[in-house]
């Protein structure tokens, strides 16, 4: 009984041996044409801005060290689709391999606002049928640098992330590299924040099991 509690206990945070298991996840960054997804991606895997990036699809890995614990992660720099029709699949298959998501819209740009916010939509409908409960996501509104331009406000894009419970931040992917860091890591934490919540949840619905099967002499069924 008292190995079983234990076992439940590591299970909802640390190791046997005391350490952190290796964070892994798999980061989708979305958001219209142009708006400088892979910008923000580049400047923060190189440091660099290189300025023009064609519509390329990649999938990076990297590694890095967070607060003493490696983390391995894949990030899917995606293209948004400019078939309607096409977009439905490809989207879901994107939406369904990702652990977090980093929303980007253009401050310059109410078009590209409009998608970040059905695109929060459909991470919330997609995954609450997963039955998550909170899903990382990060809203990102970039191009700060062009104030001139500005279409939406700080306000605005801080009430969209707010409504669908996700972090905020506005950047220059041209200009700065510590706005791309900040998002990636913490989006990061975000990520392991809420497997965190749902080892412990697991957790304990195997100590009630454990409990019940010692109680009552049978393993209850869910
Ligand atoms: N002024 C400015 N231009 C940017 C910024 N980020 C990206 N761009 C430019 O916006 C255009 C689209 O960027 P890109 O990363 O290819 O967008 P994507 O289609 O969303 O991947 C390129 O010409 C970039 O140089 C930024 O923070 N400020
Ligand atoms: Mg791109």
């Not at 964070?23 to 892979?38: M, R, Y």
């Not at 699809?57 to 003493?68: D, K, L, Q, V």
């Not at 749902?198 to 869910?222: C, I, M, N, Q, Y």
Request: charged residues 25%; hydrophobic residues 40%.
């Amino acid at each position: 009984m008292l190995l079983q509690l234990r076992t439940a206990l590591q299970q909802a945070g640390k190791m046997s041996d005391g350490s952190f298991p290796k964070l892994e996840a798999n980061i989708l960054v979305i958001g219209a044409a142009k708006v400088g997804k892979s910008a923000l991606t580049v400047r923060f895997l190189t440091r660099r801005f290189i300025g023009e990036y064609g519509d390329i699809e990649s999938i990076y890995t990297h590694r890095m060290m967070m607060a003493g614990r490696e983390a391995s992660f894949s990030i899917w720099d995606s293209v948004y689709p400019q078939v309607a029709g096409f977009r439905g699949q490809a989207e879901e298959k994107q939406l369904r391999w990702a652990d977090g998501f980093v929303v980007v819209y253009s401050i310059c740009d109410r078009a590209s606002f409009q998608v970040a916010r059905q695109q929060l939509q459909r991470i919330q409908q997609l995954t609450r049928k997963n039955g998550a409960r909170r899903v990382p996501v990060i809203v990102v509104g970039n191009k700060r640098d062009l104030q001139h331009r500005r279409a939406i406000s700080s306000e605005e894009g801080r009430l969209l992330a707010l409504s669908a419970g996700a972090g905020f931040f506005e950047v220059s992917a041209a200009e700065t590299y510590h706005g791309a860091l900040a998002v990636f890591h913490e989006l990061l934490d975000l990520v392991r924040d809420s497997r965190r919540a749902t080892r412990k949840t697991a957790g304990l619905r195997g100590l009630v099991r454990s409990l019940s099967a010692a109680v009552f002499g049978k393993r209850r069924t869910e």
